[in-house]
């Protein structure tokens, strides 16, 4: 017989993985579902890159944040699922049937929507042959600096992560050269004066026509570079190439016809600042979550995941109070303070 949980959680990011962490300090009984096989959604993209702007925490790397966010989701034991894409939700009576790609089922009284922007995919360089390189030196992510350490690297892409990954790539490289398509660049003003200043190289109007083979034809040795406005054209000898030209996000989730919510942009679902959406019992946080006033950064996300869940608390249980309890008041931590105490104590001793 299939277990009803009270809230199923679709996406694995941090979004996500908060509101877990915040359902199980609620006291519901809780899943998570994510489509990939890993947990930790975008953040999973930049595992070296130092996150700075959560509140009263030092700054973190992207792997280790991701690792604290999955320890933290599962401090109250809920169901999680990976490598299972929800496509299709459908009401009957009070209860939600969330139907996977897979052919599974999964029931629910409540469903919380923190998919993000969807399953992310890096738009590929649309050269003949490029995919071949894509297991040496072309990258779509930049999963190691250690790897580029005295290189002569190229970065196709003007967005915030080229940039951002020029500055990093610039302390430790040989040479780093940015080349872009259009007239200027859409990444941060002030990123790009770092990367200026520490002297990457930026070419604007230019894009990568070419790559060439090295002898034994596993990696890329040269790499073609051609200006749209002089129509000049140059080949350079090069190391590693690392594209940035964004994801292409897929979210293929639908709903049966007594489910209907209206959305953003065709994509991003309309609701509250309280997580609530149109369809009573769906619940949305994170970035697929559009309201008035919406924070585009994680602390946002963490308020997003904690509003939809005080939400869903209340829509079960309506008598509940509106917000939980602080956790240094908290009953469902006083067994976990003492614990964490006394092992401390042991620790000084």
Known sequence: MQQIYDVTIIGGGPAGLYSAFYSGLRG???????SQQQLGGKVLLYPEKLIWDIGGHPPVSGDQFVQQLIAQAKTFDPTILTGTKIDFIERQDDIFILHSAQGDQHYSKTVLIAVGGGIINPQKLTLDGAEKYEMTNLHYTVQSYQRFVDKDVIISGG????????????RIAKNVTVVYRKDTLSAHEATIQEALAAG???????????LTANADKTAIQLVTCENSKTKQSYTRQ???VIVSHGYNCEASLEFDQAITIPKKDDYYFEGKATGETAQPGIFAAGDILAFEGKIHLLLGTFQDAANAVNSIKTFLEPTAYR????????EAFKEKNRSIIEKHLIQVK
């Open 200 to 210: 990457v190289q930026i070419e604007c109007n230019t894009t990568i026509t070419k």
């Open 323 to 330: 917000h939980g309890i602080v956790s240094s008041h908290n």
């Open 159 to 170: 967005g915030n992560a080229a940039i951002d990954w020029a500055v990093e790539l610039s």
């Open 28 to 34: 519901l009984k809780t899943k998570l579902i994510e």
């Open 238 to 240: 090069i190391d590693e």
